[in-house]
């Protein structure tokens, strides 16, 4: 209110008002200090969407986001707004330390140096990976995937640019860096990977308040959010034709056309509304039906491209309309689960030897497979409270092979190998490029304990591909295997298969690399039933009737099971 009023008294207070509106927002900042951001001057025309979200000073802030937005540049400005101006000190947070040089150099640098008092606050310290202004106030850049750089720097604010692609495991680390503070705001912004994975995953969009970007229909001034069949929204906008020249956007209601000269001045007139009010943190999506720069022809490209590669459609999807895209055999789901069901009982007698794999955590999953005509089907699952149950039931099975996971528990794990000699295996979880074979098994030596190790991706990009060409087959009952859970129409089996989703990502090198990446929800059927895949690539040494030479033991049966 004194503000307002002061305002009319005449220039000097023009300045106060000015540096009030300066100190709360960010993009005004902006503008009078003139930055340039990759290599445009900083501006919200066109892209007036970007206003509400670089002034939100809402705790935590999701922004599942399409290409070329704006949004990382916006992140860019506000973090050095955050330092410079309020005082805060900031991590802005990047999947690898690798990426974060050229992304100082590429993107902070050039807005610094663009103008020369921003310059001389932050030229006391120049390290590329660490900003501090002349108060002392400073802008870490760090890369996920180096935990120990992650535990040492107190902050105020943090940004985390491309989420879905960042290192899951060390990110509470990350967030722990604000836990001295008072002010401790996070945004997360990313460009979508699966659904249920990262940006999407139920502790990030699924929970925020959804705000989506809406613009007025010229022809019946109706507000809409540009989509094409989006779930969220009962109307659609997109008309596709026959290729990537012959799409419209049109008004559901008037069939008004939004051209391609039209929609970036429309933004102007855009406002933002949560589709979840109730959600706990604060959401924005936008897609590129609303990009400032790209016609519909371009936009739609990837689409076209995508109906004969699929990694186009991916990038169509995440990329240009900012949504999850899961491609067939990228993640298990509750229907392709389903279609592998049979009209077959658990348990019984085995028709094969079985294939046992053995996942460890605070309880023991146990996952049998029997085989027959190179068909795999569940045999059993089994859940253990403790190793003495998990010895007595192997002790009382007929001929099997089996994986045990190596991981949390070693010294438990090894003992069982070493008595189930030549029949049970550790086996090592290795990440992709160390190795080109499924699994590698090593040599059974006298009082060693047998090991197996596992290339990752390979192993679970096999056990969807034997479930996707019905080669693995599971009892009618499938849904009803594994821990109770009474909210679902399913149980532990199903809930643990569909958790992990097949993700590609930049390695340490640059190179794309696909893993196999989990969320927060337990994953263990999914590990047990990979490790039974495993132990399928070696058979069980013959079973000897006591008083048999020991060293029959070593003899295997040739291709048995199948
Ligand atoms: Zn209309």
């Known amino acids: ?310 990694k186009y459609m991916r990038a169509f999807w995440n990329q240009s309309m900012g949504l999850p895209y899961t491609a067939v055999g990228d993640r298990f789901t509750v229907e392709l689960l389903d279609k592998c069901r049979e009209r077959y009982e658990v348990g019984g007698i085995p028709s094969s030897y079985l294939q046992i794999g053995i996942d460890v955590g605070t309880h023991i999953h146990a996952w049998c497979w029997t085989r027959f005509n190179n068909i795999r089907r569940l045999w059993n699952v089994k859940l253990f409270q403790n190793f003495d149950q998990l010895d007595r039931w192997l002790s009382s099975l007929p001929q099997w092979v089996g994986v045990i996971d190596a991981h949390p528990e070693k010294s438990k794990s090894r003992e069982l190998a070493l008595k189930y000699h030549g029949r049970l295996y550790m086996g090592f979880e290795q990440d992709r490029d160390q190795q080109g074979e499924i699994a590698h098994f090593g040599s059974v030596k006298y009082q060693e304990a047998p090991e197996v190790k596992i290339d990752r991706t390979l192993a679970f990009d096999t056990v969807i591909g034997e479930f996707l060409n019905g080669r693995a087959r599971l009892p009618y009952s499938a849904r009803e295997l594994g821990e109770h859970l009474p909210r679902k129409d399913y149980n532990g089996v199903y809930h643990h298969m569909i958790q992990q989703a097949r993700v590609e990502e930049e390695n340490a090198r640059g190179i794309i690399i696909a893993r196999w990446k989990r969320n927060r929800n337990p994953d263990h059927w999914h590990h047990a039933c990979m490790f039974a895949t495993i132990a399928g690539y070696t058979t069980p040494p013959l079973q000897i009737p006591g008083g048999f030479s020991s060293a029959m033991n070593k003899n295997v049966i040739s291709g048995a099971g199948s």
Request: charged letters at 25%.
């Open 1 to 310: 209110m004194s503000i307002a009023l002061s305002s009319k008294r005449g220039a000097p207070n023009t300045a106060t008002n000015r540096a009030v509106r300066n100190l709360a927002r960010p993009d005004e900042w902006a503008i009078d200090m003139g930055l340039r951001v990759d290599g445009h001057n900083f501006t919200l025309e066109k892209g007036e969407y970007v206003r509400q979200v670089i002034r939100d000073y809402s705790p935590e802030i999701v922004i599942p986001k399409a290409a070329q937005m704006r949004f990382t540049v916006t992140m860019l400005v506000r973090a050095l707004h955050a330092v410079s101006v309020r005082g805060w000190n900031v991590l802005y947070l990047l999947p690898l330390k690798t990426g974060a040089v050229p992304f100082v150099q590429g993107r902070i640098d050039p807005i610094i140096e663009s103008n020369p008092s921003l310059a001389q606050e932050f030229k006391a310290v120049d390290n590329r990976l660490h900003k501090q202004s002349l108060k002392k106030f400073n802008l870490y850049i760090r890369g996920t995937n180096i935990k120990n750089e992650l535990q040492e720097v107190p902050v105020d604010f943090q940004v985390w640019d491309e989420r879905d692609r960042m290192v899951e495991e060390n990110l509470g680390d990350a967030r722990h860096r604000m836990d001295g503070s008072h002010i401790k705001k996070l945004i997360m912004l990313s460009t979508p990977t699966v659904e249920g994975h990262g940006i999407y995953s139920d502790d990030a969009w699924d929970i925020s308040d959804q705000h989506r970007w809406e613009i007025p229909c010229p022809g019946c001034n109706r507000f809409q959010s540009l989509n094409w069949n989006d779930k969220a929204l009962d109307y659609n906008n997109l008309k596709v034709g026959s290729d990537r020249s012959d799409c419209v956007l049109e008004c559901p209601w008037c069939q008004h056309v939004f051209s391609d000269e039209e929609r970036p001045f429309l933004n102007a007139l855009g406002r933002w509304t949560p589709y979840n009010p109730d959600g706990e943190v604060r959401g924005y999506h936008i897609n590129q039906f609303n990009s400032p720069t790209q016609t519909l022809s371009e936009i739609m490209r990837d689409y076209f491209k995508g109906l004969r590669e699929v």
